[in-house]
């Protein structure tokens, strides 16, 4: 007969080797919880932390914030923070630039489990934090936060004004080394003290049910009212009526249309209905229509907007581009995407353009 695993030892021994074997289970448990001990945890839900951008707050552990740019902003009290992350399964990733204070953004890539954000610590008293997404793919898994034992949230000074900045490629800042946060539409709501989103996606056209640059037939006349960017072919709607109203979209979408050789009356008649949603979605919010760079579907777009202006929308504008940028002076990565020097001359551009119709 097979006998029990446990084997009897005389006297006091046996007592000895199960605490031995106790204290061995402790010590090669995971750190994280004795780490973690002395801290004060902060949930998702924590009411001073302000959301801005495409986040899924349904979960119970944590909340999903999707496309580029999309961010977080909180103010703690104390010396030290680390952020609770989830995974972001592939091909999402979750590359995230952190500031504190307003100072500069550091870069976390595959930013996952509990990220120390203070190894040195910081003076006693009230700090401000912006988490933000550096790419389209990038998902911010955000459980919640560490801070020192007694130390507290506050919220931070709100800016009373929302951009939703909407495009494609040069809207999110690609090729820029740090993408999102280089991008004009950022380096505008910045500077116009703004807060600010980039529902954008690199390669995507305005135009829904044509596949550009070898992405799923899905335009941004239909994403944008979606949760979850291009990569998600079964992401649920955005509720546009009970998310946070902008009071200003800028538009600046057709250099896809172009390339991909749609036809300028489809790309009209698309652009038209775009802009009627929007009107629909946002009563009160100044729309601007920016005619892409280089001349791609500039007409057409700017034809879609006096077609809605002609039907009573007195709240739509055109900006114009020409000669924001030239080829021979570093303005381009390219012969299509501007640098960073390029866009930091559209944001030069594009900043009072907004600030006159806007009054800020």
Known sequence: MRRTGIRRMPGGRFWIVLLLVAATVLLAAPATGRMNVGLTPIGPDDPHIRYTGRWDTSGAVAYRGYWSGTSL???????????????????????LFVSIDDGPYNLYKNASGIVNLTPERLPGGEHTL???????????????????????????????????????SITVGYKTPNVSIESYAWIAGERLEAEHTQIAYTGICLTDGVSCNGL????MSEQYFKLQPLDYADSPAWNVRAAAQPDAVVLNLGTNDARAKIGGAAFRKAYVRFLERLRGAYPAAQ??????????????AQEAALVRQKRGDGRLHVIATDGWLTADTGDYTDALHPSVQGNEKMADRLVPELGRVMGW
């Open 73 to 95: 902003t909180t103010g703690f009290t104390g010396t030290g923070v680390r952020l609770r992350l989830g995974y972001a399964a592939p091909p999402a990733g979750s590359d």
């Open 130 to 168: 912006t988490v933000v997404t550096r790419n389209i793919r990038d998902v911010a898994v955000f459980k919640g936060l560490l801070l020192d034992e007694g130390a507290r949230t506050f919220a931070p000074p709100e800016r009373g004004r929302l951009i939703e900045f909407v495009g494609d």
């Open 216 to 219: 799923p037939p899905r335009g």
């Open 287 to 300: 729309i601007f229509v920016i005619r892409p760079l280089n001349g791609y579907m500039a007409e057409e």
